[in-house]
């Protein structure tokens, strides 16, 4: 397991995540203008602490528990899937 990967999951941890899926595709964005470090990373994360809560602040309760990950410079981008259990199982 990377160590981005395992520091991601550490954090998100207290949402309790049924399935937490990680994706590096910093090679996709070589040389991309503007970045000045960090990773590309994409993101699958399942967990009943989204029930109710739109799409938007779903992303944003991500983006707040890898927060300390975005002020180190250690993520440029992150693309998020957050689901619920039941949105997620009934779709695959």
């Known amino acids: 397991m990377s160590a981005i990967r395992q520091e ?8 309790n995540p049924e399935i937490f899926e990680f994706e ?8 991309h203008a503007g970045n000045r470090g960090g990773g590309h990373y994409s993101v699958l994360v399942v967990s ?3 029930a109710g809560q739109p ?3 779903r992303w944003r309760k991500v983006q707040a528990a890898l927060a300390p990950l975005f002020q180190a410079g250690k ?3 992150l693309t998020i899937q957050a689901h ?3 949105e997620y199982f009934h779709s695959h």
Do not use: W
């Open 75 to 77: 993520i440029h981008a």
């Open 8 to 15: 991601m999951a550490e954090l998100l941890a207290p949402m």
């Open 24 to 31: 590096d595709e910093s090679h996709l964005h070589a040389g």
């Open 48 to 50: 009943e602490a989204f």
């Open 84 to 86: 619920t259990p039941s």
């Open 55 to 57: 799409r938007i602040a």
